[in-house]
């Protein structure tokens, strides 16, 4: 355990049940602390560790059951000083220890990455780039996003911006009957430039009055459009015009549109929710990477693989949303901009 697992242990024996925004990477360990479960504890735990050179200051590790594994700095936090030497967004494998045979941890980086290193890697980048490592046992209603999460607003992009995503297993299928959009409040303002290195003092802000309808209007048209991929080409399903104040089903800052015909979506299949928009069209949307700030809840039947942005006549081409400088393709991945969304069927 961590100490990190300090508030959900504590939570439980007081009876506190963990709401989805609280202890995001929390595990209830009183069993462990009670007695000697016959099952070993392999839920993942990250943690930050400051080993010195030759290590980067945001260097994290990852530890399940018995293995643990350091990747590189550059992942946490690629602007700091030296990342450009380190992974630029991506979980990059350094050192693998299996504590069962190597307790006191005995090596250093010249350690061959190993394919069990390497999945701990993946497994690291998808918590780190979600948000969280407990799963948050999420209610399944209508909505795609359960909570939009505390990212900065930008609004500095030509384009189509939106992700990929797709239906967990054992989902089954789900009718959408809805696309809809983010609408900010008046109050809301960006805490930073849009492609601006965060700073210790821009601390990311959770939006204005979420449950507030008064102070919000969309202000220019948009087209929102659901789309399958099938063999790199994308098939367009769902598409909706919005004109500039149309009212829609206002709910928690998301404005709704009903679709003339559901669309059915299926496990196995991969699809894209995109949403357009222009460079100070006045209708920002909340940043796919936070700086400190909660990430959004995300459908408990719904993973996503990556954010998008889609660049005028360039239909089956996605670059990633741009950041403050070109970094790999992972820091992208599992990531969601705050801008499109969709209602599933009751």
């Given at each position: 355990m961590t100490l990190t697992d300090l508030y959900a242990t504590l939570a439980h024996i007081v009876g506190h049940s963990l709401a989805p925004d609280e202890a995001h990477d929390s595990y209830n360990v009183f069993a462990y602390w009670k007695d000697k479960p016959e099952t070993p504890d392999?839920?993942?735990r990250v943690f930050f560790c400051h080993l010195g050179p030759p290590y980067l200051n945001d260097a994290l590790a990852i530890r399940q059951g018995s293995r643990k594994l350091i990747v590189d700095g550059g992942l946490a936090?690629?602007?700091?000083?030296?990342?450009s030497q380190g992974a630029r967004g991506d979980s990059?494998?350094?050192?693998?220890?299996?504590?069962?045979?190597?307790?006191?941890?005995?090596?250093?980086?010249?350690?061959e990455p190993n394919e069990l290193a390497v999945?701990?890697?993946?497994?690291?980048?998808?918590?780190?780039?979600?948000?969280?490592?407990?799963?948050?046992?999420?209610?399944?209603?209508?909505?795609?996003f359960v909570a939009p999460g505390w990212h900065n607003l930008r609004n500095d992009v030509t384009g189509e911006i939106?992700?990929?995503?797709?239906?967990?297993?054992?989902s089954g299928t789900k009718q959408v009957?809805?696309?809809?959009?983010?609408?900010d409040h008046d109050k809301d303002r960006s805490v930073r430039a849009a492609r601006a290195v965060p700073r210790d003092h821009e601390n990311d802000q959770p939006p204005s009055f979420i449950t507030q309808d008064k102070r919000r209007q969309i202000e220019a048209p948009h087209v929102l459009r659901l789309l399958r991929l099938e063999s790199n080409e994308r098939i367009e399903i769902a598409r909706i015009k919005i004109a500039a104040g149309q009212a829609g089903q206002l709910h928690h800052s998301f404005r709704y549109f009903p679709l003339q015909k559901?669309?059915?979506?299926?496990?196995?299949?991969?699809?894209?929710?995109?949403?357009?928009?222009?460079?100070?069209d006045g209708d920002p949307f909340l940043d796919p990477v936070a700086f400190d700030g909660l990430s959004p809840l995300i459908h408990?039947?719904?993973?996503?693989?990556?954010?998008?942005?889609?660049?005028?006549?360039?239909?089956?081409?996605?670059?990633?949303?741009?950041?403050?400088?070109?970094?790999?393709?992972?820091?992208?991945?599992?990531?969601?901009p705050i801008g499109p969304t969709l209602l599933f069927q009751r």
């Open positions: 392999t839920r993942p936090m690629p602007w700091a000083t030296g990342a990059n494998p350094t050192v693998f220890y299996d504590l069962t045979k190597n307790l006191y941890e005995d090596g250093d980086r010249t350690n999945q701990l890697a993946a497994k690291l980048l998808e918590i780190h780039n979600r948000g969280h490592a407990r799963e948050l046992d999420l209610p399944s209603g209508p909505e795609l939106g992700f990929e995503f797709g239906l967990c297993e054992g009957t809805h696309l809809g959009m983010w609408d559901p669309v059915t979506l299926s496990e196995n299949r991969v699809y894209v929710l995109l949403m357009s928009t222009k460079a100070a408990r039947d719904v993973r996503v693989q990556r954010s998008v942005l889609v660049r005028p006549h360039i239909t089956n081409y996605s670059e990633s949303i741009p950041a403050f400088e070109d970094l790999t393709n992972s820091y992208s991945r599992y990531r969601a």
